[in-house]
């Protein structure tokens, strides 16, 4: 990511990631959200349609903060999508099925960029297309770590609310009470790297079935 660029003193290598990492972030995060949102309208909650969220314009999500973080150490988040639970008909499920729409459409974006880079580099040319297979990559990254960021099963993280479609309702309440010391061990996975290798294992297999994909039309 860009921290990594700026830390290796690369000037030039540090702009040339700002100009690629910025579209890659806006559009990793919009396809974030607007996958929210589109699973909780196919579940029957039209609140984030209503709300103008079900749409890929950046305008409509992007949190300056989750931005940023996304921007320099490849996770990050957005601005929440409204959902009213009331309107699903099974409420847990409606819920985590539409907090699991983020992540995987982040896994499947990352996918597609994959793919897309492979045949890209195959007929690389000129400079514009170099430009776009480094894009295509920082799409692809972005989008596992931000797919990867969400699962964690923390407050207010989409992977929380997985994890309470498979909770009996006693233990989620007891879990809410340990929500403070679970945020602080979460933070220092982060501050540590210890999702690194989490996201460069999930980041391989994706990378894996996307050159296994590509292998079948060469």
């Known amino acids: 990511m860009l921290w990594r660029a700026l830390m290796s003193g690369d000037i030039r290598s540090a702009f040339i990631t700002l100009a690629l990492s910025l579209p890659a972030i806006v559009l990793c995060l919009s396809i974030h959200e607007t996958a929210h949102g589109g699973a909780a309208y196919l579940l ?73 880079y492979f045949v890209v580099r195959m007929n690389m040319t000129n400079t514009f297309l170099w430009s776009l297979s480094q894009f295509l990559l920082i799409v692809a990254s972005m989008s ?36 403070n010391i679970i945020y602080f061990v979460f933070i220092a996975a982060l501050w540590f790297g210890w999702l690194d290798g989490i996201m460069d294992w ?15 039309f060469l």
């Open 44 to 116: 029957g909650d039209r609140t984030a349609r209503d709300s103008g969220r079900v749409t890929l314009s950046p305008m409509a999500h992007i949190d300056p903060i989750g931005f940023l973080c996304l921007l320099l150490f490849g996770f990050g988040w957005a601005r929440p999508v409204p959902v009213n639970i009331a309107n699903f008909r099974n409420r847990r499920w409606g819920m985590a099925l539409t907090a699991l729409a983020g992540p995987v459409s982040n896994f499947i974006t990352a996918f597609i960029a994959y793919c897309l």
């Open 144 to 179: 596992v770590g931000l797919g990867v960021f969400n699962l964690v099963p923390v407050h207010p993280l989409d992977g929380s609310r997985v994890v309470d479609a498979f909770m009996p309702f006693s233990w989620s309440l007891k879990l809410q009470k340990y929500q």
């Open 202 to 216: 999930v980041g391989n297999g994706v990378l894996m079935l996307a050159v296994n994909f590509v292998s079948l």
